[in-house]
């Protein structure tokens, strides 16, 4: 399942616990990233999964289930 490397990916790159990471989570309050931590979660994100997320649409992300519903729509 895509969340489970989602997770995976952003437990490393935000150095948060895996417990705070769910489909609600909100990348900048609840896992505290900035928008330097952003940019390059999905670079990651982009890389792992073999998929470009425009700009404008990464800067609407807000949410884990952001993430994972736009990889699952552009596989």
């Given at each position: ?67 994972v519903d ?6």
């Amino acid at each position: 399942m895509d969340f489970e490397k989602v997770k995976e990916i952003i437990v490393d790159s935000l150095s948060c616990d895996e417990s705070q990471v769910t489909m609600e989570a909100n990348l900048k309050d609840d896992l505290e990233a900035d928008s330097l931590d952003a940019v390059e979660l999905i670079m990651q994100i982009e890389e792992e999964f073999e998929v470009e997320i425009p700009d404008e649409v990464a800067s609407n992300m807000k949410t884990v289930k952001d993430i994972v519903d736009y990889i699952e729509a552009n596989k």
